[in-house]
T-cell receptor, first 113, second 117 residues
Framework: AQSVSQHNHHVILSEAASLELGCNYS??????LFWYVQYPGQHLQLLLK??????LVKGIKGFEAEFIKSKFSFNLRKPSVQWSDTAEYFC???????????FGSGTRLQVQP | EAGVAQSPRYKIIEKRQSVAFWCNPI?????LYWYQQILGQGPKLLIQ????????DSQLPKDRFSAERLKGVDSTLKIQPAKLEDSAVYLC???????????????FGEGSRLTVL
């Protein structure tokens, strides 16, 4: 069975600080990896995804994530956060051909102006 | 393009009562999912439909939860009887595939928040 771990439950940063949110998955085969974001009062939406190829993927709003196969990790990064990045971030995984996603427990990011 | 529609947005019931949630996916999306998100946790898949057939309901508590998608479009999730631990946000999502390949993106509705007293 697949599982996803997000070890940072709550992160507080000041504007312009750099961000890195950890995500580790447990699955023996090839996986697709995702980061979803939920802004306050809004629905979950896709931030970025990795299927294959370049392990460094870029998403919306300046976010990027790096897939490190040897570490089973897919960490999310942003060089300089803004107050508008305050949200909850979820890492997710699925096996190719299986559309349903397995989510991590989420990381609440609070950016202080 | 209209998004995934869910109703009601909020529902408060007493334990042992029943409740139903409705979802209308994005037009043309063949795959529909119901997820349960308990406070402080990530969404957990309850059931996945492909058109009007069930693909995965392994995590659905079938003694109290049921779901249907009779015409392959909208779907209803029912809980009867509800327990305190069913308090959660119930998320509906839909997805499509392009050229048979899993594009991976799920489109979520805003969710239905259930409080069981």
């Amino acid at each position: 069975a697949q599982s996803v771990s997000q070890h940072n439950h709550h992160v507080i940063l000041s504007e312009a600080a750099s961000l890195e949110l950890g995500c580790n998955y447990s699955y023996g085969g090839t996986v697709n990896l995702f980061w979803y974001v939920q802004y306050p009062g809004q629905h979950l939406q896709l931030l970025l995804k990795y299927f294959s190829g370049d392990p460094l993927v870029k998403g919306i709003k300046g976010f990027e994530a790096e897939f490190i196969k040897s570490k089973f990790s897919f960490n999310l990064r942003k060089p300089s956060v803004q107050w508008s990045d305050t949200a909850e971030y979820f890492c997710a995984v699925n096996a190719p051909g299986r559309r349903a996603l397995t989510f991590g427990s989420g990381t609440r990011l609070q950016v202080q102006p | 393009e209209a998004g995934v529609a869910q109703s009601p947005r909020y529902k408060i019931i007493e334990k042992r009562q029943s409740v139903a949630f409705w979802c209308n996916p994005i037009s043309g999306h063949a795959t529909l999912y119901w997820y349960q998100q308990i406070l402080g946790q990530g969404p957990k898949l309850l059931i996945q439909f492909q058109n009007n057939g069930v693909v995965d309901d392994s995590q659905l508590p079938k003694d109290r939860f049921s779901a249907e998608r009779l015409k392959g479009v909208d779907s209803t999730l029912k809980i009867q009887p509800a327990k305190l631990e069913d308090s959660a946000v119930y998320l509906c999502a839909s997805s499509s595939s392009a050229s048979g390949r899993n594009t991976g993106e799920l489109f979520f509705g805003e969710g239905s928040r259930l409080t069981v007293l």
